[in-house]
């Protein structure tokens, strides 16, 4: 239940964030980014309903969640883009470690959706995806990708 409600959390944060980097992306990207905004909505819905069948309740969205960098223009978008999809991975590759069933074939499909649009938002992949202990450079720390 606890994975399933950080997913639920990340899942928030995302819909939050791409509203964001819709305002903020410019024209070319700005259908991909509604994509995976309309995506990360029904993850966000879907996994409330998980924690219902879990037996709880799942925990309502904050009004603002704070962004990890000044989103100022085009470039800043797509790179907080790459980053809510970086940080969703993270979150359900815990939900694949504590899940089970069709529950873990749902957290893997959305692990993969995530790094998929990482990679597009990025222009590359890591190695890795969702498990920034792998991604790791040789002093411990996610080699950044731009």
Do not use: I
């Not at 219902?52 to 904050?62: C, I, Q, S, W, Y």
């Not at 800043?76 to 873990?104: C, K, M, N």
């Not at 893997?108 to 202990?133: M, N």
């Amino acid at each position: 239940m606890k994975a399933a409600q950080a997913a639920l959390g990340a899942e928030h944060a995302a819909v939050y964030g791409y509203g964001v980097v819709g305002g903020r992306v410019g024209a070319e990207r700005r259908a991909e980014a509604r994509a995976a905004y309309d995506a990360h909505r029904a993850q966000r819905d879907a996994l409330a309903r998980t924690v219902r069948d879990l037996g709880g309740t799942p925990e309502p969205a904050a009004a603002a969640y704070a962004l990890p960098f000044t989103v100022s223009g085009t470039d800043t978008a797509v790179r907080l883009a790459a980053e809510l999809e970086d940080r969703v991975a993270a979150v359900y590759s815990d939900l694949v470690r504590a899940a089970r069933g069709e529950r873990r074939r749902d957290a893997a499909g959305a692990l993969r959706d995530a790094a998929v649009r990482a990679a597009r938002w990025r222009g590359g992949s890591v190695a890795f995806p969702g498990l920034a202990e792998r991604a790791a450079g040789p002093s411990g720390a996610a080699t950044p990708r731009a």
